[in-house]
């Protein structure tokens, strides 16, 4: 069966960096895009990055572009978000998101960035 595990989430000061990890299992990992999303208390679901399966290609909502870098090793399996310049803004649960096909979608358990002094 299809598993995300996401890691690496924490408390960081503003202007501090974390990397967050996301480990897949079930698929052929390498032919799909993976996704990033966060989710802040009381707001919506958003996306934050999305990588291609080879990883050639990315794309990152604008609140997090020269910040933000999304990544992929496919031969590990793990799809990586390394968030610098860190804002309390970004505060929230982050999410790693794949859609196999329509209808097919899969999204792991999550983990808490806390920005603050």
């Known amino acids: 069966q299809v598993q995300l595990v996401e890691s690496g989430g924490g408390l960081v000061q503003p202007g501090g960096s974390l990397r967050l990890s996301c480990a897949a299992s079930?698929?052929?990992?390498?032919?799909?895009?993976m996704s990033w999303y966060r989710q802040a208390p009381g707001k919506a679901r958003e996306l934050v990055a999305v990588?291609?399966?080879?990883?050639?290609?990315?794309r990152y909502i604008d609140s997090v572009k020269g910040r933000f870098t999304i990544s992929r090793d496919n031969a590990k399996n793990t799809v990586y978000l390394q968030m610098n310049s860190l804002k309390p803004e970004d505060t929230a649960a982050y999410f790693c998101y794949a859609n196999l096909s329509p209808g097919d979608n899969y999204w792991g358990q999550g983990t808490q960035v806390t920005v603050s002094s």
């Open positions: 990588i291609s399966g080879p990883g050639l290609s990315t």
């Open positions: 079930g698929f052929t990992f390498s032919r799909y895009a």
